[in-house]
């Protein structure tokens, strides 16, 4: 059975930085598309990172040139590395994966498309 558990979440005051982890079991990393996604309260689930089985990337407007998503194969594990926070970027941070072919494009933006998810990690940035 799949299992994501995130980690790495808290409060932080705007500029500066935190790094989620998401511990994956159950399957093998390579094969599969991986994200992250954020809720805020009232708002719609948004995309704000994905990463291929071959390490590209695609992000969200939002956050590009602040955020950075990898992955460590050998540990199966998922990363986000988030600088220069800001108030905006306070949400519920879910990683989530589905099962891609080797070398495919993910899709960073449609959240149906994942078929197994994390319960979340919360962010809260002050001013």
């Known amino acids: 059975q799949v299992q994501l558990v995130e980690s790495g979440g808290g409060s932080v005051q705007a500029g500066g930085s935190l790094r989620l982890s998401c511990a994956a079991s159950?399957?093998?990393?390579?094969?599969?598309?991986m994200g992250w996604f954020r809720q805020a309260p009232g708002k719609e689930r948004e995309g704000v990172a994905a990463?291929?089985?071959?390490?590209?990337?695609n992000y969200a407007y939002s956050v590009k040139g602040r955020f950075i998503i990898s992955k460590d194969d050998a540990k199966n594990t998922l990363y986000l590395q988030m600088n220069s926070l800001k108030p905006e970027d306070t949400a519920l941070y879910s990683c989530a994966a589905y099962s891609a072919s080797y070398g495919a494009s993910c899709v960073r933006s449609n959240p149906a498309l994942y078929t197994y998810w994390g319960q979340g990690t919360q962010v809260t940035v002050s001013s």
């Open positions: 990463i291929d089985s071959v390490g590209k990337t």
């Open positions: 159950g399957y093998t990393s390579s094969t599969y598309c």
